[in-house]
Antibody, heavy 125, light 108 residues
Framework: EVQLVESGGGLVQPGGSLRLSCAAS????????MSWVRQAPGKGLEWVAN????????YYVDSVKGRFTISRDNAKNSLYLQMNSLRAEDTAVYYC??????????????????WGQGTLVTVSS | DIQMTQSPSSLSASVGDRVTITCQAS??????LNWYQQKPGKAPKLLIY???NLETGVPSRFSGSGSGTDFTFTISSLQPEDIATYYC??????????FGPGTKVDIK
């Protein structure tokens, strides 16, 4: 059974930092891209970042570029999101999601079929 | 960046009604369009991928169609357990992989 379990959320002051983790199990982690998606209270879904299987490619939404860093440890089947210079508008539930995989130059599963339960990040003084 | 719009933003329908939600992309996304269901306090759930493909285990009353810039999501016979917010998402080659603003569905 595929499982994604986020941790690391909490209350942080504006300008502070937080590191989110996502522990993956039930699938071959190092064959999939992985993503972070967030949802501000009462708002819609926003894609935040994703990372290639081997960590060599990373993409971010403009609003977090230069402040957030996505990374992964395939030996530990774990995904991370380092969040620095946090702002009130970063307050949200952060979900990790299984992204696509590519094989032989063709990419498959261009959707998020598995999601974690989410972890709440609150940026407030 | 590709922008996604959805309509309506909310709707109220009776059990057994046919419900239709539309999603429009700001540019051609071929069939790279997914639909998710989200219930309060829960993570989103994939229902439809590639515009019209039903995810395994999802009831057949859910369906999707469209290509290019215009897409439709349909619940053929609304059930009480379908009360949720529905999001479309474009997933073309380049990020950001934007979501629509969502459509909240409830029972009349």
């Amino acid at each position: 059974e595929v499982q994604l379990v986020e941790s690391g959320g909490g209350l942080v002051q504006p300008g502070g930092s937080l590191r989110l983790s996502c522990a993956a199990s039930g699938f071959t982690f190092n064959t999939y891209w992985m993503s972070w998606v967030r949802q501000a209270p009462g708002k819609g879904l926003e894609w935040v970042a994703n990372i290639k299987q081997d960590g060599t490619e990373k993409y971010y939404v403009d609003s977090v570029k230069g402040r957030f860093t996505i990374s992964r440890d395939n030996a530990k089947n774990s995904l991370y999101l380092q969040m620095n210079s946090l702002r009130a508008e970063d307050t949200a539930v952060y979900y990790c999601a299984r992204d696509h995989y590519c094989s032989g130059g063709v990419c498959y599963t261009l959707y998020y079929d598995y999601w974690g339960q989410g972890t709440l990040v609150t940026v407030s003084s | 960046d590709i922008q996604m719009t959805q309509s309506p933003s909310s709707l109220s329908a009776s059990v057994g009604d046919r419900v239709t939600i539309t999603c429009q992309a700001s540019q051609d996304i071929s069939s790279y369009l997914n639909w998710y269901q989200q219930k309060p306090g829960k993570a989103p759930k994939l229902l439809i991928y590639g515009a019209s493909n039903l995810e395994t285990g999802v009831p057949s009353r859910f369906s999707g169609s469209g290509s290019g810039t215009d897409f439709t999501f349909t619940i053929s016979s609304l059930q009480p357990e379908d009360i949720a917010t529905y999001y479309c998402q474009q997933y073309t080659n380049l990020p950001p992989f934007t979501f629509g603003p969502g459509t909240k569905v409830d029972i009349k």
